[in-house]
């Protein structure tokens, strides 16, 4: 699978070209699916809030087609149903919310068990859809009730402190990243929205028309 991990989205023409790049292919000529799952697992979301990510933002590129793929309703339909939607699929836009209960029902759906056979397959994670592929998130990004830890599914071997120097969050600074950084252990990078991370194979590359940190660097 290919990754493009961002925090804002695709936000910039840098971070657009570089999803062409991975697609093989220009966007009109691509088919998505979007996953809202994260939106329910975060309280400060809403039905209004999952409306309006379908609507716009990474649906809104262009694409040849958008569906959308509700994770938790997965299991009540059975595999033979949604697998083939997931394969014929070129890209999978995953929205924002809260990473452990987008982790879990990644888990709980069978999506985690799919990811290591959609070799040609993009994945373009928003916030929480980027977080969800870390190893952890940190329990300062941890706000669904019933998550055990702040452990997610370690696709990837770093982790991401997103919105880096977001207006709306004065908390997001910095200085908060490298506190975050150091209960986290393992290599991390700090990210605003006008930043990405692309994973192909053993490749990390970052692409960044704005502010970007890497964090406990060995």
Same mark, same amino acid.
Request: proline share 6%; net charge negative.
């Given at each position: 699978?290919?990754? %493009?991990?961002?925090?804002?989205?695709?936000?910039?023409?840098?971070?657009?070209?570089?999803?062409?790049?991975?697609?093989?292919?220009?966007?009109?000529?691509?088919?998505?699916?979007?996953?809202?799952?994260?939106?329910?697992?975060?309280?400060?979301?809403?039905? =209004?809030?999952?409306?309006?990510?379908?609507?716009?933002?990474?649906?809104?590129?262009?694409?040849?087609?958008?569906?959308?793929?509700?994770?938790?309703?997965?299991?009540?339909?059975?595999?033979?149903?949604?697998?083939?939607?997931?394969?014929?699929?070129? =890209?999978?836009?995953?929205?924002?919310?809260?990473?452990?209960?987008?982790?879990?029902?990644?888990?709980?759906?069978?999506?985690?068990?799919?990811?290591?056979?959609?070799?040609?397959?993009?994945?373009?994670? %928003?916030?929480?859809?980027?977080?969800?592929?870390?190893?952890?998130?940190?329990?300062?990004? =941890?706000?669904?009730?019933?998550?055990?830890?702040?452990?997610?599914?370690?696709?990837?071997?770093?982790?991401?402190?997103?919105?880096?120097?977001?207006?709306?969050?004065?908390?997001?600074?910095?200085?908060?990243?490298?506190?975050?950084?150091?209960?986290?252990?393992?290599?991390?990078?700090?990210?605003?929205?006008?930043?990405?991370?692309?994973?192909?194979?053993?490749?990390?590359?970052?692409?960044?028309?704005?502010?970007?940190?890497?964090?406990?660097?060995?």
């Amino acid at each position: 699978m290919k990754l %493009l991990l961002t925090s804002g989205g695709v936000t910039n023409r840098t971070i657009a070209d570089a999803l062409v790049d991975l697609l093989g292919r220009p966007i009109e000529e691509s088919d998505a699916l979007f996953i809202p799952t994260a939106q329910y697992g975060q309280p400060a979301c809403s039905p =209004v809030s999952v409306r309006n990510a379908i609507a716009g933002g990474l649906c809104d590129l262009g694409w040849k087609s958008v569906g959308v793929l509700e994770l938790t309703a997965l299991a009540s339909i059975g595999a033979d149903r949604w697998v083939p939607w997931v394969r014929e699929a070129d =890209v999978l836009l995953v929205g924002g919310g809260e990473a452990t209960y987008l982790a879990h029902w990644m888990r709980q759906s069978g999506l985690a068990d799919l990811l290591p056979s959609l070799d040609e397959t993009v994945w373009v994670g %928003l916030s929480a859809g980027s977080m969800a592929l870390t190893p952890r998130i940190g329990d300062e990004f =941890v706000d669904w009730s019933a998550a055990e830890d702040d452990r997610t599914l370690g696709v990837v071997d770093f982790s991401i402190f997103p919105h880096l120097d977001y207006p709306d969050w004065p908390e997001n600074t910095l200085a908060s990243a490298r506190s975050w950084a150091t209960k986290i252990t393992g290599p991390a990078y700090a990210i605003d929205d006008d930043t990405a991370i692309t994973v192909v194979g053993d490749r990390v590359e970052v692409i960044s028309e704005g502010h970007w940190e890497p964090l406990n660097a060995s």
